[in-house]
């Protein structure tokens, strides 16, 4: 047993002097993890010669991130990596005081009736994109979903008459800073400061997506009116749009508006963290879904009949979301099997005890959404993709284990969000290009990154319905 853990805490195995579990968690990190919850609710590993906890029982990740979170704090070496980036956008900001103040300004612009205003805004930017594939031509699905993804973002959050350069412009910055970003938070710190060509590259692309949306900003500062004033009706539904413009709105006119608003830096730093944190997550639970469809034609079925009874003839409607449960328990079961996030962190602000196990302060301590989703006492079979496992009965006996979107004060402010763009996304493609089939019969690796994405997954898209 290592020195490092307190005589109850168990040692995972396999650790090697000076990378300690580096090496299982750069080769094999999804069955490593999962591997933990055999040796305890609360196991240490160490990345390099530093110890951090994983915590492998849901009640205890509760007390981490609800119960005690006051003792746990948002940090963590990726956090740091993160924030020399991204600033201090929600995601990557310290708790406290301004955090809180920033996630009470951001919330309104993340509530269902905003999403909805912007619903079939972003279906009609979705559809144009789809609509434009081509037949039988292999596409790199993953790269796609990405694209849709923050293509219906920007639309959402900058409204539909971003200037198109712009727009294009952010559609091929963005694959590249999620490769930088990816590649600062594996790398020691030290290394992401030495001036070597990638180090350059990547700060260069980071300066030019923060002019881009400076431009956005400033796109959108000319359209947005100033708070109305008390007592009048737009004031009473919080808008902050002359009549007649709310087609052309972003949820980002939300902070600008505000009565107590951010700096530009900050506004930067909140779009920045708005669009990494958006787009990945989403994107990569899209390229899952669309992989179990293919390999499940019963399931494809149902999704078809279903969007067939609700939509008809007619194009999908914003409104029609909340008419199709099957498609959501599709989504919900991509979301629990695939993460999408693997592994989150916090820092202890002090010594801890945590299930009976102490807690150094300053120690780093894990979470997984994938560890907790793949538990087979709370989910038979986890590796089966079985969306029929979410009947009412186990959506409630789960929530402390479904954990994929987190909980408590650093839960993910894009919940709703996130739901409205998966279903508008995976709704235009079934009606779109009713039948995908995978280029290659090897089904595709998850690849833990910052999500789990698929290791490669090439589809050909079709119109022809299959018979039947
Ligand atoms: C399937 C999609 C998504 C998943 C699985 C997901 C997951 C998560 C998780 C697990 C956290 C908590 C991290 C922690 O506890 O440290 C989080 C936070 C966050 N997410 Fe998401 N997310 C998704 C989509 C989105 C979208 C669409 C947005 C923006 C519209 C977004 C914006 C954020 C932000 C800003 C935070 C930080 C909140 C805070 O610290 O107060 N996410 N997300």
């Keep these: 047993?290592?020195?490092?853990?307190?005589?109850?805490?168990?040692?995972?195995?396999?650790?090697?002097?000076?990378?300690?579990?580096?090496?299982?968690?750069?080769?094999?990190?999804?069955?490593?993890?999962?591997?933990?919850?055999?040796?305890?609710?609360?196991?240490?590993?160490?990345?390099?010669?530093?110890?951090?906890?994983?915590?492998?029982?849901?009640?205890?990740?509760?007390?981490?991130?609800?119960?005690?979170?006051?003792?746990?704090?948002?940090?963590?070496?990726?956090?740091?990596?993160?924030?020399?980036?991204?600033?201090?956008?929600?995601?990557?900001?310290?708790?406290?005081?301004?955090?809180?103040?920033?996630?009470?300004?951001?919330?309104?612009?993340?509530?269902?009736?905003?999403?909805?205003?912007?619903?079939?805004?972003?279906?009609?930017?979705?559809?144009?994109?789809?609509?434009?594939?081509?037949?039988?031509?292999?596409?790199?699905?993953?790269?796609?979903?990405?694209?849709?993804?923050?293509?219906?973002?920007?639309?959402?959050?900058?409204?539909?008459?971003?200037?198109?350069?712009?727009?294009?412009?952010?559609?091929?910055?963005?694959?590249?800073?999620?490769?930088?970003?990816?590649?600062?938070?594996?790398?020691?710190?030290?290394?992401?400061?030495?001036?070597?060509?990638?180090?350059?590259?990547?700060?260069?692309?980071?300066?030019?997506?923060?002019?881009?949306?400076?431009?956005?900003?400033?796109?959108?500062l000319s359209r947005v009116t100033r708070p109305q004033a008390p007592g009048t009706e737009a004031a009473a539904a919080g808008c902050p749009h002359a009549a007649g413009q709310e087609r052309q709105a972003g949820l980002f006119d939300t902070l600008l508006t505000a009565e107590d608003p951010l700096t530009r830096q900050q506004l930067q730093d909140e779009a920045i963290t708005l669009l990494t944190g958006a787009i990945e997550t989403t994107g990569t639970t899209l390229a899952w879904t669309l992989c179990e469809i293919a390999r499940h034609p019963q399931i494809r079925r149902r999704l078809l009949e279903e969007l067939d009874s609700v939509c008809g003839d007619r194009p999908l409607r914003y409104a029609d979301l909340e008419h199709l449960p099957y498609a959501r328990k599709v989504l919900q079961e991509a979301i629990r099997k695939y993460g999408p996030a693997w592994l989150v962190t916090r820092t202890a602000t002090r010594d801890m005890d945590l299930g009976g196990h102490r807690i150094p302060r300053g120690a780093d301590v894990v979470w997984s959404p994938y560890l907790h989703q793949h538990d087979p006492e709370v989910f038979t079979d986890p590796d089966a993709f079985d969306p029929d496992r979410w009947t009412p009965e186990t959506v409630s006996a789960a929530r402390g284990s479904f954990l994929a979107f987190g909980d408590g004060r650093r839960k993910c402010i894009g919940e709703n969000f996130a739901w409205a763009e998966l279903q508008i996304i995976l709704a235009t493609v079934l009606r779109t290009w009713p039948v995908f089939t995978p280029v290659s019969s090897r089904p595709p690796r998850p690849q833990a990154v910052v999500t789990v994405k698929p290791d490669a997954l090439t589809m050909t898209f079709h119109q022809a319905r299959p018979a039947g």
């Design 1 to 220: 047993m290592s020195a490092l853990a307190t005589p109850s805490t168990p040692t995972a195995p396999g650790g090697l002097p000076l990378i300690g579990h580096g090496l299982q968690l750069a080769r094999n990190p999804l069955p490593f993890i999962d591997s933990l919850r055999a040796h305890g609710s609360v196991v240490c590993i160490r990345i390099g010669p530093t110890p951090a906890y994983v915590v492998t029982d849901p009640a205890l990740t509760r007390k981490v991130l609800v119960t005690d979170a006051a003792h746990y704090a948002k940090g963590g070496k990726i956090i740091d990596a993160l924030r020399v980036f991204f600033g201090d956008g929600l995601a990557t900001i310290a708790d406290g005081e301004a955090h809180l103040r920033n996630r009470r300004l951001m919330q309104p612009m993340f509530n269902k009736a905003h999403i909805a205003e912007r619903g079939d805004a972003m279906i009609d930017q979705v559809r144009t994109l789809v609509g434009a594939w081509t037949e039988g031509q292999p596409r790199d699905v993953y790269a796609d979903m990405n694209e849709v993804t923050l293509a219906a973002f920007l639309v959402a959050l900058f409204g539909a008459d971003l200037p198109e350069h712009l727009a294009g412009e952010f559609t091929s910055l963005m694959p590249d800073i999620m490769k930088g970003t990816i590649r600062q938070t594996i790398l020691p710190p030290w290394v992401t400061r030495l001036p070597l060509p990638a180090n350059r590259a990547h700060a260069q692309r980071v300066a030019r997506l923060r002019s881009l949306i400076d431009e956005a900003i400033d796109h959108r």
